[in-house]
Each structure stands twice: as structure tokens, then as C-alpha cells.
């Protein structure tokens, strides 16, 4: 990978997350490890997922370790320590995502554990999914990145009570994906919540074997194509 595939996966993906719903006007980002070990390609504030195209190239960031941009124009977002601080944790990571998805900031609200009641709770392999808790407001300092790092974790993703989600994967595919399926498993867990008492759901074992069966990379790559190729037939001028 290049630094310009690094910059199309950028703008793929923002669209991938559109299309499954997670858009939130110009809030939340997708940030991919720039191949050149100099930080990372986000897009840039102010603008939406939809709204990134290979031909606005000045939608995108080229952000230090430090935060500091290195290509593109403006400031950087303020919550790209989330992204530099889970990516510097765990160098295997090359995507990372965060957004506002509206299940997972009303089931985090609740304080339930998430259980698995669906294939997509079984990704947390019959264990809750981590909680970040340091703080609902911005993710705006380095020692926050690092707190939310160490909480998530080899985690899939994370839910942050009172403001949205975090995800990661060693592809870009996975990050969104744990995205996606995260979100889902919240909403799942709601309406059944909001029907009754849960009283079925898979044991600790069937949990590690589902997660294993549905959800391999083969599988969330075949989701993740299916949100690309969805965004290009919803995305208005694609």
C-alpha cells in the first residue's frame, strides 16, 4: 500500500460507514495508517463522509504522531488521538474508526451488558464489550487517546457511554466492519430489551465458535464490499 491507496481507503471507507448509517453530519472519521510511518490519512474537519471524492484531494489530512498536519490544509480534527493513540498501541492496527451510532450511545446509556443474543454479539465472543469511561465529552488530549487505547484493548471495538463507538482492525474492512457490527448487536439487544426479559442466548463456547464461524476476515470482507458497493449506488454523483 501507498500513501495514495492509503488516501482512497480513507474516502472508501467514509462512504462504507455512510452507507450502513453511521454518518453524523461532519462528525466522526475513519483514519488509516500512512505506509510511510508518518502518522495518519483522515479526512479533514468539516466535511462529511459522503461529501470525500479522490478529486478533493484537500478533503484529506496527512497527520503526524504529534498532530500536526503534514499535508492538506487546516487544523486537524481534535479527536485525532483516537486514532494516533490506538494506532501507535498496536502497530498490527492500520484502520481505526469512530462515530456517533446512534444504538450504541442509547444501549450504553442503559449500562447492560452486551450479550450475545445475535451473530453480530457474538463478535465479543460471549464476554461485554469494553467500555470507555474516562469521559463522554471530546477525546481531545494525547493521555485520553491513551486511555481509550488501553481500554479497548485486542478488543474489536469499544462503546463510549455518552458519545458514540471506537473500532479497529488489522484492515480497513475489519475496522468498519467491527463498526458495523458492534452498532448492530446494540440495536438487536434494544428491541429485544424493549419486548421483555432477554431468556435465551448463546453460551460462553457457542460465542467463541460463532465468532469464529461468521465472522472471519473472508466473511467481514464480503459485508464491507457490500457497503462499498452500496454507497456507489446511494451516494449521490457516484
Not at 481509550?148 to 458514540?164: C, F, K, S
Not at 468498519?176 to 446494540?186: G, I
Request: charged share 20%; aromatic share 6%; net charge neutral.
Amino acid at each position: 500500500m501507498n500513501a495514495g491507496e492509503a488516501r482512497r481507503l480513507v474516502i472508501e471507507a467514509s462512504h462504507a460507514l455512510s452507507a450502513a448509517g453511521q454518518a453524523d453530519m461532519v462528525w466522526g472519521h475513519v483514519a488509516v495508517r500512512d505506509p510511510e510511518g508518518r502518522g495518519i490519512w483522515i479526512k479533514a474537519p468539516g466535511w462529511g463522509w459522503e461529501e470525500l471524492e479522490e478529486t478533493y484531494e484537500q478533503r484529506l489530512q496527512l497527520v503526524s504522531y504529534e498532530a500536526e498536519v503534514l499535508q492538506g490544509t487546516g487544523a486537524p480534527h481534535k479527536e485525532c488521538h483516537i486514532h494516533l493513540e490506538l494506532l501507535k498501541a498496536t502497530p498490527d492496527l492500520i484502520c481505526t474508526v469512530h462515530t456517533h451510532a446512534v444504538s450504541a450511545i442509547a444501549f450504553a446509556s442503559l449500562g447492560h451488558r452486551l450479550r450475545p443474543i445475535s451473530h453480530e454479539g457474538a463478535l465479543f465472543a460471549g464476554e461485554d464489550v469494553p467500555r470507555f469511561r474516562s469521559t463522554g465529552g471530546l477525546v481531545s488530549t494525547p493521555a485520553l487517546g491513551k486511555a481509550l487505547a488501553a481500554e479497548l484493548g485486542n478488543a474489536p471495538a469499544a462503546l463510549m457511554p455518552r458519545h458514540g463507538l471506537v473500532a479497529a482492525g488489522t484492515s480497513v474492512p475489519a475496522a468498519v466492519m467491527h463498526a458495523v457490527l458492534l452498532e448492530r448487536a446494540c440495536a438487536v439487544q434494544l428491541k429485544a430489551m424493549a419486548a421483555g426479559e432477554i431468556r435465551v442466548q448463546s453460551s460462553r463456547t457457542e460465542a467463541m465458535d460463532k465468532r469464529a464461524e461468521c465472522w472471519p476476515d473472508s466473511q467481514l470482507e464480503a459485508g464491507y464490499r457490500y457497503l462499498v458497493r452500496r454507497s456507489a449506488r446511494t451516494l449521490p454523483g457516484r
